[in-house]
């Protein structure tokens, strides 16, 4: 018998070329030390719920009555539902005719990308069109169909942010596409380098790349910088300049933990600048209901907006979505709700607007407490986290501990994050799976632990690398 189609040696080579770090050796480790009957944080993603953080109420309660609508159909529903809850259920139902057993649009329910398309009118002051608005399974899905619909072979180059979060590098891969690096700079709080980015692009046309398209990431994941308007400015006029598509992972735009950039969104500054700019940049907008204060990561709701995309690619794209029938509706429908909350005058809107504020105000106090712990450690330094759910410290290893990690065939912050592991817990992401430069060490926690463990964790933290780095402190020290 010859080897069959799914033996390893005769895989996809794509498939076997991916990476995805968050999921990778720590937390397979980590969940071996759980089944062992160790305590484990896993602070590896940014999983809200899984950490502790409550559901809101307003939109379980819409959602329950939507799964289970002969509840409407009861004499004391109104003793347990409030009576927005149960019209709101009423409203989303008149949608989907089949109710939420029933697939829907491929593009999504109609009603609930027109809501879409009104949260963005509001946010950006631009009118925004709902058929250009497609609803996915998690923002995750909607950037792998705009990423397969730019690739077409391996000279197709993506900018991507480094640090970047490992979708998008997976997602190349998986593509046969080529990532074009561009590094963020740490020493300028993680801001963006347009000329050193212009060399990137210089440097992958040299070996016969076409670049095609360049992602940004704002608020910055694993990094948690909010890029300035400025900022923003200058990547459309790069973009323009250069015939790039532009990608804006805008999933954290909740998550804001200062008050000097708020979250300003790549569509907005492309409209401000208008034409020829405004008319010219292709942009893919990507928003979720797996971040902010909602954390709902496992109802998999999420959009993308497409900006100047002629008619017949917009054809294309619906075509392709439409091989998978239906985003999964329970999920479009949070996403109605996250953009269409409770309104000042509603019966619900106090206890929302108290869950929300409670929940970014508990996010914004554990940003500090995270940032001051790593920065009081031996050998640490990190940036504040402006924005997201994460923290990036850079730890300075000693070359005792590089030697040692290298003799034992590990990367040297994988080594650092194993032993951290081992020896508290704590389940972290290393640097190396976000890419980094060369020599430099770093890991990725989230902020997400509860704010009252969030002490201790950060003792458990100073203990472990204070003692490592005594540990490995160099040879000309010794």
Request: glycine residues 8%; proline residues 7%.
């Amino acid at each position: 018998m010859g080897r069959k189609a799914l033996d390893y040696e005769e895989l996809n080579e794509n498939v076997k070329k991916v990476q995805y770090a968050v999921r990778g050796e720590l937390y397979l480790r980590a969940s071996e030390l759980q089944k062992e009957g160790k305590r484990i944080i896993f602070t590896n993603v940014g999983n809200p719920h899984a950490l502790g953080q409550k559901p809101l109420t307003f939109p379980r309660q819409v959602v329950a009555l939507c799964q289970a609508p002969f509840l409407l159909d009861d004499p004391n529903v109104g003793l347990i539902f409030p009576a927005d809850a149960i019209a709101r259920a009423k409203h989303y139902l008149s949608m989907a005719p089949g109710g939420l057993g029933a697939y829907s649009d491929s593009r999504g329910i109609p009603g609930v990308r027109k809501e879409v398309a009104e949260f963005i009118q509001r946010r950006d002051g631009y009118p925004s069109d709902p058929e250009l608005i497609y609803l996915t399974d998690g923002a995750s899905k909607g950037v792998m169909q705009m990423l397969n619909a730019i690739i077409r072979n391996e000279r197709d180059g993506i900018l991507v942010p480094v640090p970047q979060y490992p979708l998008y590098s997976a997602a190349i891969s998986l593509f046969g596409g080529s990532l074009v690096p561009y590094y963020l700079e740490e020493e300028a709080n993680w801001g963006l380098d347009i000329v050193t980015t212009r060399q990137s692009v210089a440097a992958a046309r040299s070996k016969g790349m076409t670049v095609r398209a360049m992602v940004i990431i704002n608020p910055g994941n694993p990094t948690g910088q909010c890029l300035s308007e400025a900022n923003i400015r200058e990547l459309l006029n790069f973009c323009y300049q250069e015939n790039l598509v532009l990608l804006a992972d805008e999933v954290y735009q909740q998550n804001i933990y200062q008050d000097e950039r708020p979250f300003i969104s790549a569509r907005k500054v492309l409209f401000d600048m208008g034409p020829p700019i405004s008319r010219e940049v292709q942009l893919i907008s990507f928003h979720t209901v797996s971040k902010g204060y909602w954390g709902e990561c496992g109802q998999r709701g999420g959009y993308f907006e497409m900006t100047n995309i002629p008619p017949k690619t917009v054809d294309e794209i619906y075509k392709v979505a439409s091989i998978a029938l239906s985003p999964n509706v329970p999920g479009q429908i949070f996403m109605g709700l996250m953009m269409n909350p409770p309104k000042p005058g509603d019966i619900s809107y106090l206890k929302f607007a108290t869950e929300s504020k409670s929940i970014l105000d508990s996010l914004r106090r554990r940003a500090q407490i995270m940032t001051d712990g790593f920065n009081s450690c031996q050998n640490v330094v990190c940036n504040f986290t402006e924005g997201a759910m994460y923290s990036f410290p850079q730890i300075r290893l000693p070359k005792r501990a590089i030697d040692t990690a290298k003799s034992a065939g590990k990367e040297p912050d994988v080594f650092y994050c194993l032993k951290l592991l081992e020896a508290t817990g704590i389940s972290t992401v290393p640097g190396s799976g976000f890419g980094q430069k060369e020599g430099v060490f770093h890991l990725r926690t989230t902020i997400l632990p509860a704010e009252e463990d969030m002490p201790a964790i950060m003792s458990s933290f100073k203990k472990f690398n204070d003692s490592f780095m005594e540990q490995y402190q160099d040879y000309s020290r010794l």
